[in-house]
Nanobody, 122 residues
Framework: VQLQASGGGLVQPGGSLRLSCAAS????????IGWFRQAPGKEREGVSC????????YYRDFVKGRFTISRDNAKNTVYLQMNSLKPEDTAVYYC????????????????WGQGTQVTVSS
């Protein structure tokens, strides 16, 4: 099981980025995929999650209405579209999998991508 996150970068407040989480060695459609982030000096926190069973999506309150998680089965990739970005969204973003259902507890996720840096600054 391998995950690779990409798409991060430097963006101005109010801007957008789309993160990608590409899978190899397994079919993403069969697994829960979560997006987490970790800012310097802070604990890793859940951002969004998409379930394997019915494709239900979940968002933390602080990203609701701004971020959208989606899955492209043909490309075996999960995306996180991030709009209206704020400086407080600055962090390293990770995608992860393993648990049977979505959770905000990162300790339930055993397989992680390498992370991609998102910096929101003017």
């Amino acid at each position: 099981v391998q995950l690779q996150a990409s798409g991060g970068g430097l963006v101005q407040p109010g801007g957008s980025l789309r993160l990608s989480c590409a899978a190899s060695g397994f079919t993403l459609d069969d697994y829960v995929i979560g997006w987490f982030r970790q800012a310097p000096g802070k604990e890793r926190e859940g951002v969004s999650c998409i379930s394997s069973s019915d494709g239900s999506t979940y968002y933390r309150d602080f990203v609701k209405g701004r971020f959208t998680i989606s899955r492209d089965n043909a490309k075996n990739t999960v995306y996180l579209q991030m709009n209206s970005l704020k400086p407080e969204d600055t962090a390293v973003y990770y995608c992860a999998t393993d648990p049977p259902r979505c959770s905000w507890d990162y300790t339930f996720f055993g397989s992680w991508g390498q992370g991609t840096q998102v910096t929101v600054s003017s």
